[in-house]
Each structure stands twice: as structure tokens, then as C-alpha cells.
């Protein structure tokens, strides 16, 4: 089966930086495009990054570009999002998902809370 699971959330104080990872398993990883969403406390899911299967483009939500860099390993089917310059509000449960627009599966989450 599917799945997908998330790794590498933390505690970072402003400014700082956190790789999280989300490991995938039961699909031809290489196949797919992915994405990192988010959902910080009382407010909807943002979409944050996508990439193509193969890794040739990445695409990012105004609020993270710059900071963020998205990135894949096919070979070891896993996605990664390196996050710099991290502000408070970046604080959120960071999700990978399968797709890019439309979703058909996720992970369970990874916190980042980004505090002094």
C-alpha cells in the first residue's frame, strides 16, 4: 500500500533551518509528481512546493520562495524540503503528498515550530 511518512520537524528559532524528509513506499516513486502542504494552527492547508517526477522543475508559494528548496531522490524514494530563513510564521504540520494540485495520497505530518 501507499504510504508516505514525514520526518525532520523540530523546533527552530527564527532565521534558523530544518530538512524535513518524507519517505515513500508502495508506488513507482520516480513516477509521480510531490508536494509539501501545510496547515498551520486554525488556519487552512497552503500548498508550499511541488516537483516534477524527474526533479526538472520545481515550483514554490510566493510565501516560501527563496527560502525553501524542494528537492527528490529517486533512488531513494524520497522527497525533501530544505527550509532557511525560517519565520514564526512558518510555524505548521508539514505534509507530502502525491500530486500537485489534486492529492491522492498523504502523509501523517511533521511539526515545525519556529519560536525564540
Known amino acids: 500500500q501507499v504510504q508516505l511518512v514525514e520526518s525532520g520537524g523540530g523546533l527552530a528559532q527564527p532565521g534558523g533551518s530544518l530538512r524535513l524528509s518524507c519517505a515513500a513506499s508502495g508506488f513507482t516513486f520516480s513516477s509521480y509528481v510531490m508536494s509539501w502542504a501545510r496547515q498551520a494552527p486554525g488556519k487552512g492547508l497552503e500548498w508550499v512546493s511541488g516537483?516534477?517526477?524527474?526533479?526538472?522543475?520545481?515550483l514554490y508559494a510566493d510565501s516560501v520562495k527563496g527560502r525553501f528548496t524542494i528537492s527528490r531522490d529517486n533512488a531513494k524514494n524520497t522527497l525533501y524540503l530544505q527550509m532557511n530563513s525560517l519565520k514564526p510564521e512558518d510555524t505548521a504540520l508539514y505534509y507530502c503528498a502525491r500530486g500537485l494540485g489534486r492529492y491522492d495520497y498523504w502523509g501523517q505530518g511533521t511539526q515545525v515550530t519556529v519560536s525564540s
Open positions: 516537483i516534477y517526477s524527474d526533479g526538472s522543475k520545481t
